[in-house]
């Protein structure tokens, strides 16, 4: 079917309904194309769910802390329901689940009125919006809505943070494995991205207008099955990218983003509460594993060949020039002057981690520490056991700490992996009902979580113990501040 006259149209809340709805099934998935290539979900997607320790009642307690999870997926899939709260009710967290519009249905952008774009954050707002006004009536309280996500999900919650449209939603946020500043989370070019896509659609639009009526008559599934064409040469180089993502859109009333996230977070201009954030320690270790990017000789002599074209255009500098003088330095703060080769797979893997993930959380880490009178958190997710990636590589990957925090119950009560996924969920619970993660120790929290301060960069190291230290990736995060702003 073509796409509804309202698809590509800003969020608007719900009329109300006097019939019976079924609140005990999940809704549709938001239209996106899974890995096998299988299209699935619904364009009527915007739906959440809400899971509480108990039923409403007179008797309920109305001022439950709440938690809205939002799903990670690199913009382009996921749902709500794959989010995991059993953890989180059984300790009297009242959480929502959401879904917000994806790939080219959530990010597509014309540059102008007509489809300025970050539909799918807008979405993301409508739904924190609801909650605040809503979410009384199942006995949450409205004033403690604390936000959390993994990856996309993390990234979007940064991006919360900076926009002027999320502000008063939330009073405390988690940030896994993301973070606005990213590469693969904010989009440079989305105007070129989208008419570049609609070509491959097979128009040729003439403008902004012109591009809309074509798009209405184009089907669902089109807009889904793929997105690598909406790609610049230049941009399908990368060690990581995610096609359809947030973006600056034109200056309006209703604009998420009106400026390059890096700018409003070294200006201090962001809505300050408390944080909690961090990364693994080989975030993109997949690609020097088996079937991986830089895995063979010829992948690693490809980018020991071509190191600035993966690199350069990644970095967040105005000009081509700063860009090659940087990948320069990032070549030689990396590898000297020595060739990369396969034996370099180490160096490798912690460049791209850096690059794409490590670099951005530890920025947003110092300049929250410096602006913010609120409490940051910072943590390095290192363990690795049954349920990782990789299990038998010493150090964990992107989503390795997901894994441990939705299916610890799979694993034996007395092992590390169970313990660490239970350490994870009860340091998170914590965070959210006291904006401390370890406001006591025990057994199970074994270590004080220091704040980090600009002065004492404290961080939690999260192994198979938990280990509390300063200066995490001091060498190299000092180096990453020293060729980017």
Not at 89 to 114: C, H, K, P
Not at 408 to 430: F, K, P, V
Request: with cysteine.
């Amino acid at each position: 079917m073509n796409l509804p006259n309202n698809i590509l149209k800003p969020p608007v809340p719900l009329s109300p309904w006097n019939e019976t709805r079924d609140a005990l099934t999940y809704a549709d998935k938001c239209v996106q194309r899974r890995g096998s290539g299988v299209i699935e979900g619904n364009e009527d997607c915007l739906y959440l769910n809400i899971f509480s320790p108990e039923l409403p009642s007179n008797t309920s307690n109305p001022n439950r802390p709440v938690l809205v999870l939002i799903h990670g997926g690199c913009f382009v899939t996921g749902y709500a329901q794959s989010n995991s709260q059993d953890y989180y009710v059984d300790n009297g967290i009242l959480v929502v689940t959401i879904q917000y519009r994806l790939g080219a249905l959530g990010f597509m952008s014309t540059g102008d009125s007509v489809l300025p774009g970050n539909l799918g954050m807008k979405d993301q707002v409508l739904a924190l919006e609801w909650t605040k006004q809503n979410i009384a009536a199942f006995g949450g309280n409205p004033d403690d809505v604390t936000i959390g996500g993994q990856s996309a999900g993390g990234a979007s919650v940064h991006y919360h943070v900076l926009s002027p449209k999320s502000k008063g939603l939330f009073k405390r946020a988690i940030a896994q494995s993301g973070s606005a500043l990213s590469p693969w989370a904010f989009d440079k070019n989305a105007t070129d991205r989208t008419y570049r896509f609609v070509s491959y659609l097979g128009y040729d639009a003439q403008n902004s207008s012109d591009l809309m009526q074509f798009l209405m008559t184009v089907n669902t599934s089109e807009l889904v099955k793929a997105s690598l064409p909406a790609l610049s040469d230049e941009d399908h180089t990368s060690a990581f990218v995610c096609v359809w993502v947030p973006h600056v859109e034109p200056e309006s009333e209703d604009a998420f983003l009106t400026e390059e996230p890096w700018v409003i977070t070294s200006e201090n201009r962001y809505n300050h509460v408390p944080y909690l954030t961090g990364a693994t320690n080989y975030e993109l270790l997949i690609r020097t594993q088996e079937g991986g990017l830089f895995a063979t000789e010829e992948g690693v002599k490809d980018l020991n060949d071509n190191f600035d074209d993966y690199i350069a255009h990644e970095l967040r500098l105005s000009s081509k020039e700063e860009q090659l003088k940087a990948s320069a330095q990032i070549r030689q703060f990396f590898f000297g002057d020595s060739e990369i080769t396969l034996e370099s797979n180490d160096s490798i893997a912690t460049l791209v981690s850096d690059l794409m993930f490590v670099e951005g959380v530890h920025t947003v880490v110092q300049n929250m520490s410096k602006d913010s009178a609120y409490p940051v958190y910072y943590y390095e997710f290192s363990f690795y056991g049954p349920l990782s990636e990789f299990p038998d590589f010493p150090g964990a990957c992107h989503g390795d700490d997901r894994r441990y925090m939705s299916n610890y119950a799979s694993l034996e009560s007395d092992s590390a992996g169970y313990r660490t996924g239970i350490r994870l969920l009860q340091m998170w619970s914590n965070f959210v009902k006291h904006s401390n993660p370890t406001p006591y120790t025990d057994e199970l929290l074994t270590e004080e979580w220091n704040i980090f301060e600009i002065n004492n960069t404290n961080y939690l190291e999260i192994a198979s113990d938990l280990q509390a230290g300063t200066g995490l990736n001091k060498e190299r995060m000092n180096f990453w501040h020293s060729v980017l702003p």
